[in-house]
């Protein structure tokens, strides 16, 4: 296989991205991310800001400000919507069919690479049509100039997503973060390059706010003088009144960023290339994963063929990890007896199954701290740790038994809505249990709306993990919206606060009867997304 195979493994791939829910999802966060990027004129919440004031919103200043948010979420979002593609060659058996080809390891991670990079691209180009939309519409300048509006787009936003492209696949290859670590990890690195990205001297021009945001303020000086607040943000932000608009045409990119641009989409590019040195193509026999993997089929085989000759019912096994395994208890039917009591805690110890020992430590340690700190610290601190702590568990819901090819079994339970409610009530359970601390301080306190709040919280995240679970059939999508809802939640965005974290003068501050009623109406819609697929597969 040469260089012409190339476009067809790329091709390939990259339709089978893009049909998943998990690029929906993400694509039309990133339209509602352009759209508060250039809100309306009366906008309380905006993404760029320079203190009180914003441009104009013509071709230069609505292609910058949609490029730098577009860069922002899809250097985060974007990367859990590409990974997992060597992961999902061998759960389809593509890549032993690959490994049995005398395609070269590097032809197949550039295919991957390549990949990874057009699905984010078309991200991208979809964010730019919005740009020039949001232009029309909002009306303050319907003069269009196609090279200050998308101009943004390809030297700013483009290069980030070709590092995230190589991230992704990198990640794929390193034993320690191609599971649910890798994606904490990211969220956590896509924070750092968030924050650090946005300063002037950043490596590689990093968003490239710095020449930006130094042209807005020279504009922004030449109309209005030092007067005012003039520090530049990036992010979503709250705002008590409307920015006031001034006067910004665009600026020229230096040859300097432009050549550090070009840098970056070369790091890049050996960044994707690098697994190359140990990554072992679907080959069982270079692979440890593989052998892993082969180890755990045969001991499954002969764990079968054990109950088979004493007569048992034999029990799939899933293993979250080599090292990991979980049985699946018998499933209850109506005829025997089994109760509601029992199916939840059927479904509490799959959801815990093959959790670390070092895990439930950790655990232990923040409801000691939410026992012992004081209040405003466990409100402030504790509650949002504890409920952080489970979102690799809390992913599970809704998708464990399509990832881990339990969903015919399962599907032979006579009640299936009995089950999918266990399911829910099992993460109810274990968000419960992990806030119990904060619960009693604030029992102590006679804290009673924030009770309600911790209420809502121990409702509402299990429904939207389940909800999503069910209906993306994916882990990684739970982890990719509730990552960035709770470090809004973290920022004093009370708006979101689903947990009352947020407080003023002592009190939430968050819509607290809303997350109840939202955590009821997420857990109707799984109801009648679960109940459509089985009705569209029967």
Avoid at 273 to 283: M, T
Wanted: net charge positive.
């Amino acid at each position: 296989m040469n260089l012409r195979a190339l476009p067809g493994l790329t091709a390939g791939d990259f339709k089978d991205r893009v049909r998943r829910p998990v690029h929906l999802v993400v694509l039309l966060a990133a339209v509602g991310l352009g759209c508060l990027a250039v809100p309306p004129t009366d906008g309380r919440w905006v993404i760029l800001a320079l203190g009180e004031y914003r441009g104009t919103y013509t071709s230069a200043y609505v292609g910058v400000a949609t490029a730098l948010a577009g860069g922002l979420w899809l250097t985060l979002g974007g990367f859990y919507v590409v990974r997992k593609g060597l992961a999902r060659d061998e759960e389809t058996r593509v890549g032993q069919i690959l490994a049995a080809t005398p395609a070269r390891t590097v032809l197949l991670l550039a295919a991957k690479f390549l990949s990874n990079f057009l699905v984010l691209a078309s991200m991208l180009g979809v964010l730019a049509v919005t740009a020039l939309c949001l232009q029309l519409v909002r009306g303050e300048d319907r003069g269009v100039d196609p090279v200050a509006l998308f101009q943004p787009f390809l030297v700013m936003a483009l290069p980030l997503l070709v590092l995230t492209a190589a991230a992704a696949l990198l990640f794929e290859t390193v034993p320690v973060l191609r599971g649910g670590l890798g994606n904490i990890a990211w969220f956590c690195v896509a924070l750092v390059v968030g924050i650090k990205g946005q300063s002037a001297d950043a490596p590689f021009g990093g968003f490239g706010a710095g020449p930006a945001a130094d042209s807005l303020r020279a504009a922004l000086t030449e109309e209005f003088g030092k007067a005012g607040d003039h520090t530049f943000s990036l992010g979503l932000t709250q705002i008590p009144e409307p920015l006031t608009p001034f006067r910004w045409d665009g600026f020229t990119f230096g040859g300097d960023f432009l050549v550090s641009r070009l840098l970056l989409v070369a790091a890049a590019v050996a960044l994707a290339l690098l697994p190359a040195l140990w990554f072992g193509r679907h080959d069982p026999t270079r692979d440890r994963r593989g052998a892993a993997a082969k180890a755990g089929a045969e001991d499954e085989a002969a764990a079968l063929s054990g109950a088979g000759d004493t007569g048992q019912t034999a029990v799939p096994v899933y293993r979250p990890a080599p090292t990991a395994a979980l049985t699946l208890p018998k499933t209850a039917t109506e005829r025997g007896g089994r109760t509601f009591g029992r199916l939840l805690a059927g479904e509490v110890r799959i959801l815990v199954g093959g959790v670390s020992p070092w895990w439930w430590a950790v655990a232990a340690a923040l409801t000691v701290a939410g026992l012992t700190l004081p209040l405003d610290a466990v409100t402030g601190l504790v509650l949002p740790a504890v409920w952080i702590w489970p979102v690799l568990v809390w992913s599970r819901l809704g998708s464990l038994p399509v990832e881990h090819g339990l969903e015919g079994l399962l599907g032979a339970y006579p009640a299936p809505r009995r089950r999918l409610l266990a399911a829910w009530g099992s993460g109810v359970v274990l968000t419960a249990v992990l806030g119990v601390a904060p619960l009693l301080r604030m029992a102590f306190a006679a804290d009673l709306p924030g009770l309600a709040a911790w209420l809502g919280g121990v409702l509402f995240i299990p429904s939207l993990a389940l909800l999503l679970g069910v209906v993306c059939r994916t882990h990684r999508v739970f982890q990719v919206v509730y990552l960035p809802l709770w470090y809004l939640v973290v920022n004093q965005v009370a708006a979101l606060d689903f947990m009352g974290a947020v407080r003023e003068a002592g009190v939430p501050a968050g819509p607290t009867p809303l997350f109840p009623l939202l955590a009821l109406l997420l857990l109707g819609a799984t109801f009648l997304a679960a109940g459509t697929r089985r009705n569209l597969t029967a």
